[in-house]
């Protein structure tokens, strides 16, 4: 059996360039299935068998490389968390018993570039920050550990490098009293949660987008190296916070009371159909907030993304955070996300309903012109002062 590598550019490759696990045959489109592993010298690889046309193939992201993708991965985000050479190469050996170089790091970052657009960032960051204060971190006790994370080196850079983002300084703000003034309790013992909350929206004006983003492209990047699936968030999570030039905060803690609730209903008249007692509170937490092209970003990831539609947890999301931080709601955008499919929306067209002008035919339209002309008349003559 001829056993062939295949390139990244692939057709064969689902999403195109935007994806790296195989999915199909590059030779007859025949459905892949895995069949093995290859053992290289520091790990085992998957093997792909194709029944139709019976070759054997493995995927790209193993071709040429020494390493596994898991230590390459880990050195790309320590670089970025400015960690110097030696901390990495210390690191990777008292994680993995692997020795690398320092040249083989900066060759991977060279290689691996597309996938860690926070290089552009970096050196600025390095003169104004040190290793420490880039990322704030906590782990927060509610029901279960939430690694909430927040990029404040990132984040100011971002509000002061674009003029529509400096705006978003509210988020800054709140996002900076996250880990000294949340009331963890109310998170302890939540009167709901927000992923409680299936299709109560009506969503007949609402316009879910599916596109290309980048971060199906991390994704699949990052989930090669994920066995464990309990892992999955996180990891991905540390990944594009420490690598990409948009994420800000990941598991980010969000309530939303009754006051709140009662004052979308009836001081801003949005069309929001939930009900908890006076006292209570909604719960959640945010996987991802991004600021990017003038708004911020609430993301979800879903394994299963084109199978779910967590619209009414993202809307919430959205409507606690608008409350939190004082953000008008037209200022968000929410999205879920796996390593195939990307699907967003705006949280405002769930909530606030256009009204529909009357429709009036022609004879009607005369009868309402000739009442105003009349009107008009009396009033300018008299009859009405």
Request: proline share 3%; with cysteine.
């Amino acid at each position: 059996m001829e056993e062939k590598n295949l390139t990244i550019e692939s057709e064969t490759i689902e999403n195109n360039e935007n994806s790296l696990k195989l999915t199909h045959c590059p030779y007859c489109q025949g459905k892949l299935i895995k069949r093995g592993k290859r053992k290289k010298k520091f790990e085992e690889i998957q093997r792909y068998y194709c029944s139709k046309c019976d070759k054997s193939l493995i995927s790209a992201t193993t071709k040429n490389k020494t390493y596994p993708l898991r230590i390459i991965i880990d050195s790309l985000t320590l670089y970025n968390r400015l960690y110097s050479l030696e901390e990495i190469l210390n690191i990777i050996y008292e994680r993995y018993g692997i020795k690398i170089s320092s040249r083989i790091v900066l060759l991977w970052v060279k290689e691996y570039e597309k996938y860690i657009p926070f290089l552009r960032m970096r050196e600025f960051i390095s003169q104004k920050y040190s290793q420490k204060d880039i990322i704030e971190e906590s782990k927060l006790i509610h029901q279960q550990i939430y690694n909430f994370k927040y990029h404040r080196a990132k984040t100011n850079l971002i509000l002061n490098e674009r003029f529509n983002h400096f705006k978003f300084k509210p988020l800054q703000e709140f996002l900076d009293l996250v880990i000294a003034e949340c009331p963890h309790q109310l998170f302890q013992n939540p009167s709901k949660r927000s992923s409680e909350f299936k299709d109560i929206f009506n969503l007949e004006q609402v316009k879910i987008i599916s596109k290309e983003n980048s971060a199906v492209k991390t994704a699949n990047f990052v989930m090669q190296t994920i066995s464990n699936n309990k892992l999955r968030h996180e990891i991905l999570q540390n990944f594009m916070l420490s690598n990409d030039s948009v994420t800000v905060a990941v598991e980010v803690p969000v309530l939303i009371s009754n006051e709140d609730i009662l004052h979308y209903k009836y001081q801003l008249n949005f069309n929001v159909p939930l009900t908890i007692k006076e006292g209570e509170y909604i719960t959640g937490h945010i996987d991802l907030i991004q600021i990017r092209n003038g708004l911020i970003h609430i993301m979800d990831f879903k394994p299963s993304a084109k199978k779910e539609k967590p619209i009414a947890q993202l809307t919430i999301y959205a409507l606690a955070l608008s409350r939190l931080t004082g953000l008008r709601l037209y200022n968000f955008k929410c999205a879920w996300f796996d390593n195939k499919n990307y699907y967003e929306f705006f949280p405002l067209h769930v909530v606030y309903k256009k009204k529909n002008k009357k429709k009036f035919d022609k004879n009607q339209k005369k009868l309402i012109l000739n009442e105003e002309v009349k009107l008009n008349a009396k009033n300018e003559y008299g009859g009405i002062k």
